[in-house]
């Protein structure tokens, strides 16, 4: 069975400090895909993201950077100095033929 | 890339009236296309997806229902709302299995009383 776990269900920050969301997978499969998309109060969600299970390497951004690590089935979110407009709601998502998402992590920053 | 519409952007209804929400994607062709429901929670729920015209799979046997009737249209329905069907609802399209990400729509706000 598929599942994505995203463990925080809400964080605070204070501007300018960095955050890392955590998100946490399962599969059987070897190949897939993992993903991280925001959704802003508007509603619509936004990609961010895109790896496949055969690209480890770690990803920057601008501020984003993703760390994938299949020894820990782990694909993670750092934003480094973060702002007012990072407020959203972030969701880490693992594909196959369909996509599961995790419940996803409420991120408050402070200004 | 997709540009997803949906409409209407918010919605009250009342208990036991019907419902259509619609939603069409540009910018590509033969996409799949999917229904979530967003509850207070936050979680997204998967409600259907299609693969082509016709072609409707449920996730989760419910009040509602989906067609497909054209490529890039994919309407969600009910002839009965009720008080449970409130939440937001988003239409999604890719392309392909799995490796390409879903684009989403800006959401349907229904509000059932």
């Known amino acids: 069975a598929q599942k994505v776990t995203q463990a925080q269900t809400e964080i605070s920050v204070v501007e300018k400090e960095d955050v890392t969301l955590d998100c946490v997978y399962e599969t059987r499969d070897t190949t897939y895909y993992l993903f991280w998309y925001k959704q802003p109060p508007s509603g619509e969600l936004v990609f961010l993201i895109r790896?496949?299970?055969?690209?480890?390497q770690n990803e920057i951004s601008g501020r984003y950077s993703w760390n994938f690590q299949k020894s820990t089935s782990s694909f993670n979110f750092t934003i480094t100095a973060s702002q007012v407009v990072d407020s959203a709601v972030y969701f880490c998502a693992l594909s196959l033929y369909q996509f599961y998402f995790g419940t996803g992590t409420s991120l408050t920053v402070i200004p | 890339s997709q540009t997803i519409h949906q409409w209407p952007a918010t919605l009250v209804q009342p208990v036991g009236s019907p419902l259509s929400l619609e939603c069409t994607v540009e910018g590509t062709s033969n996409p799949n296309l999917y229904w979530y429901r967003q509850a207070a929670g936050r979680g997204l729920q998967l409600l259907f997806y299609s693969v082509g015209i016709g072609q409707i799979s449920s996730e989760v046997p419910q009040n509602l229902s989906a067609s497909r009737p054209q490529d890039r249209q994919f309407i969600l329905s009910s002839k009965k709302l009720l008080l449970s069907d409130s939440g937001f609802y988003l239409c999604a399209s890719s392309g392909g299995r799995g490796a390409n990400e879903q684009f989403f729509g800006p959401g349907t706000r229904l509000t059932v009383l």
């Open positions: 790896r496949n299970s055969f690209d480890e």
